[in-house]
């Protein structure tokens, strides 16, 4: 168990709709990092938020967006969902620290599926 | 061309053999290099966490990087059932920030 939870564990939802995905870092780690598996493009990096702010962005969608609330728990949210979205929808979390060394640590995912 | 290139396998040995998975890499400012293991629809795990060039040793799994090659291996001795997962190699340029890039990951499959 890394520490770092999601919720909810799978989602079934149909197009055009909207979702949020929540994500607890493991305590003390004020970085938080979005990911998006899927087959055809492995793990693609979507966006970073440490301690509030966002830090750094991949190739995440318009449609998609994410942010982390002052207790450090994250959400990203997804809307005008389309088929292609379907995938497992990862979050990680590093404590960044100027001591630390800075791994991230993976929750268990949610398994996004759009009908 | 992708960042990061792993060969998806699948792969296969019988247990008990020495494992060789391997990346290549093109952007030459990654400077930490990590070897993640996912099981069946699980998170990643982190496997090993390395710096820079040479080689470090955990139990079992020996990760090796030359950065004047762009060539990252891990190493699995005396495999056994349970190390059959996808082995998904990762890097990034600055320690602790931003995205890590990862490769395709190679599907291992340990036979008894």
């Known amino acids: 168990d890394s520490g770092v939870t999601q919720t909810p564990k799978h989602l079934i939802t149909a197009t055009g709709q909207r979702v949020t995905l929540r994500c607890s870092p493991r305590?003390?780690?004020?970085?938080v990092y979005w990911y998006q598996q899927s087959l055809d493009q492995g793990l693609q990096f979507l966006i970073q938020?440490?301690?509030?702010?966002?830090?750094a962005k991949g190739n995440i969608l318009e449609r998609f967006s994410a942010q982390q609330f002052p207790d450090l728990h994250s959400e990203l949210n997804l809307s005008s969902l389309e088929l292609g979205d379907s995938a497992l929808y990862f979050c990680?979390?590093?404590?960044?620290?100027?001591?630390?060394?800075?791994?991230?640590?993976f929750g268990p995912g949610t398994r996004l599926t759009v009908l | 061309q992708k960042e990061v290139e792993q060969d998806p396998g699948p792969l296969s040995v019988p247990e008990g053999a020495i494992v060789s998975l391997n990346c290549t890499y093109s952007n030459s400012a990654f400077q930490y290099f990590m070897w993640y293991r996912q099981y069946s629809r699980k998170g990643p795990e982190l496997l090993m966490y390395t710096y820079s060039s040479g080689n470090k040793e955990d139990g079992r799994f020996t990760a090796q990087v030359d950065k004047s090659s762009k060539y990252i291996s891990l190493f699995i001795r005396d495999s056994q059932p349970s190390d059959s997962a996808t082995y998904l190699c990762?890097?990034?340029?600055?320690?602790?920030?931003?995205?890590?890039?990862f490769g395709q990951g190679t599907r291992l499959t340990i036979n008894p």
């Open positions: 990680a979390s590093s404590a960044m620290t100027s001591g630390g060394r800075g791994e991230q640590f």
């Open positions: 305590s003390g780690d004020l970085s």
């Open positions: 938020y440490y301690n509030g702010e966002e830090r």
């Open positions: 990762a890097m990034n340029p600055i320690q602790g920030a931003q995205k890590l890039v």
